[in-house]
C-alpha cells in the first residue's frame, strides 16, 4: 500500500509534469506564430520587391529610349 508521502510525491510529478506540458505549449505556440510572421514577411517582401524590379525595369526602357533618342 502507498503512503501518504508516496502519493503527495505521485501528485507532485503530475503536477509538474502538465506544468512542463503547459510551458511547452506555450513555446509551440510561439514558434508557430514566428513562422507565420516570418512566411507572411517573405511573401510580402518579393510582392514589394517584384513591384520595384517591375518599375526599375520600366525606368530602364525609358532611359534607354531617351539616349537613343537625344544621341
Same mark, same amino acid.
Given at each position: 500500500?502507498?503512503? /501518504?508521502?508516496?502519493?503527495? $510525491? *505521485? $501528485?507532485? $510529478?503530475?503536477? $509538474?509534469?502538465?506544468?512542463?506540458?503547459? =510551458? @511547452?505549449?506555450? @513555446?509551440?505556440?510561439?514558434? /508557430? /506564430? @514566428?513562422?507565420?510572421?516570418? %512566411?507572411?514577411?517573405? *511573401?510580402?517582401?518579393?510582392?514589394?520587391?517584384?513591384?520595384? %524590379?517591375?518599375?526599375?525595369?520600366?525606368?530602364?526602357?525609358?532611359?534607354? =529610349?531617351?539616349?537613343?533618342? *537625344?544621341?
Amino acid at each position: 500500500m502507498a503512503s /501518504k508521502g508516496d502519493v503527495s $510525491q *505521485v $501528485q507532485l $510529478q503530475i503536477q $509538474q509534469d502538465w506544468a512542463n506540458r503547459e =510551458y @511547452i505549449e506555450v @513555446i509551440t505556440c510561439s514558434i /508557430k /506564430k @514566428i513562422a507565420d510572421f516570418l %512566411n507572411s514577411f517573405d *511573401v510580402s517582401c518579393r510582392s514589394r520587391l517584384a513591384t520595384l %524590379n517591375e518599375r526599375l525595369t520600366s525606368l530602364e526602357r525609358r532611359v534607354e =529610349y531617351i539616349e537613343a533618342r *537625344v544621341c
